[in-house]
Every structure is written in C-alpha cells, then in structure tokens.
C-alpha cells in the first residue's frame, strides 16, 4: 500500500544536484515521477547528468520526469536549448504542421538530456481578455483553432517519445483570477462551458491524448461546492464516463497558493485522491 501510495506523487526538490536527503526520500516514498524546474536546470550535460541520477536511484525505474515546456514565457529549460515562442504566436502562422515540428523539435531536446514528460499542451481558450494566467500561453480564441493546434502538438509530442499532459481541465480560459494565487470561479452556464472550454479537452482525448491536469478552478455550472480538482461530479462524471477519458488524471500543483489558503496541503491531497477513480 505505502508503495502505490508513493507511485501516485510527482514531487519537486531543490538545486541542480541530488542531495542525499533527496535520495533517502526517492528510496522511502519512492515516488511516481518528478518535476523539474528552473532551479534545477543549468546546462544540457547537467540535466543529463540530474536526470541519469533520479533513474539510477528510484526505486521504480523508469520515473517520470516532468518538465513544464510550453514556449513563450513557461520555459523551463536554459538557453542552449531552443526556446519556442508563445503558443499564440505559433498558432499565427496558421498551420498546424508547424506546431507539430515546434513539438517535434521540443521532443527530441527533452529526450535527449532524459525527461520523458511535459506539460503540454494548454487546451484552455483564450476567451477572457483579462485572464492574468492564460493569455497567450493559449493557441487561440476559439475552441476549433485550440483543438487544431493542441492536438497537432500533442501529437508532435507523442510521436517522439514524450508523454503529453492537456491542461488545465476543465478550462482555465475565462477566469479573471490567477489560480496560482486565489481559487477562480467561471460563471458560464453548462451549454457555454461545453461548447467552448470543454470541446478542445473532448477533442485532446478522442485523439489519445495520455494525461490530463486538473485546475483549481471553481465551474458553477458544472460543481457550485467544489473546484474541479476536488470534484466527482467533473474529474469523474464529466471527465471520467462522459468524456470517456482513461488515462492519468494529475492535479495542478498542491503548492499553489490557491489551495494553500483554504486547504491544508496533506488534507487537499487526501482529499483529491479520496474523491476520483483512479
């Protein structure tokens, strides 16, 4: 039981080397994956290096190891890597072939210095031009535009050996809030949150999309008590049966302050697992 206890956490540490403290936990709690940031990232021979240390010393090889790489501003990797733009930005040129190379290329970079994930694509729309968090991190203002440029990244993603994440489910699109901060509420009603924050995710997932994030992110229409990472009615009605999706559901960060203010951490993770089929 302490061991899928552990597979069910993706944790985050300090500095760009292992410390000892760190590999007793990795041997403890043994982890389901990791999450890299800029903290932990100097140079390609560095990051190779970081992450043969965390697959020698898992318990459970082969461990995730995460990173969120989007372009644009969420880049987590140092400059001797290619920085992609904005996901906006690649959805101007209006092909999706090229957000297929753009991942494509991003895929092989991670591959090569050992990270098997990222945190990508964002299948949020665009739909609030006050949103403090999307913005252009979204590929559009429309679902269909959202939908073409999300799955040919993922797609770009996938077929070069990196595991694809659509976030933030429901949608993060149409907040006025930064969820990183303070727990948004949408005030949509049902019809429009399906056919516009919903329809890229039910599009991610008929495609084969792996892993979908949950937000911390309130949806009156959809559960008036609980945001969508502590929701049955969304991560299991909705997500689950209705949607049809059966792979990995992983929560937005249980560090965010959003949570922190009204949820004790070890509580709000209890609470999550508690409340969806895995």
Do not use: W
Request: aromatic content about 6%; overall charge negative.
């Amino acid at each position: 039981i302490r061991e899928k206890v552990g597979q069910l956490l993706m944790i985050g540490f300090q500095g760009t080397k292992l410390s000892s403290e760190f590999i007793d936990q990795l041997q403890e709690y043994r982890p389901g994956g990791v999450i890299l940031f800029s903290r932990n990232l100097m140079t390609a021979e560095q990051i190779a290096q970081l992450t043969n240390s965390l697959q020698e010393h898992t318990p459970n090889s082969p461990l995730l190891i995460a990173i969120d790489q989007e372009g644009g501003r969420v880049s987590r990797l140092p400059q001797d890597f290619t920085i992609f733009p904005s996901a906006s930005t690649v959805a101007t040129c209006q092909s999706p072939d090229v957000a297929y190379a753009v991942a494509e290329i991003t895929a092989k970079e991670l591959r090569a210095v050992g990270i098997n994930m990222n945190m990508a694509p964002v299948l949020d729309v665009s739909s609030n031009p006050e949103n403090p968090i999307i913005g252009n991190r979204a590929y559009g203002n429309y679902p269909s535009q959202v939908c073409i440029f999300g799955t040919a990244t993922m797609q770009g993603l996938k077929n070069n050996g990196i595991i694809p994440c659509g976030k933030h489910f429901p949608g993060h699109g149409d907040t006025f809030i930064d969820s990183h901060r303070a727990l948004p509420t949408v005030s949509r009603n049902e019809k429009e949150v399906r056919e516009i924050d919903l329809f890229p995710f039910a599009q991610g997932i008929n495609a084969g999309v792996d892993l979908v994030m949950t937000s911390h992110i309130c949806f009156e229409a959809l559960d008036p008590k609980k945001p969508a990472t502590f929701s049955s009615l969304i991560l299991n009605n909705l997500l689950r049966e209705e949607l049809g999706f059966g792979g990995v559901v992983v929560s937005d960060s249980m560090n965010m302050h959003s949570l922190q203010k009204n949820y004790d951490s070890v509580d709000a993770a209890v609470e999550a697992l508690s409340l969806i089929h895995i």
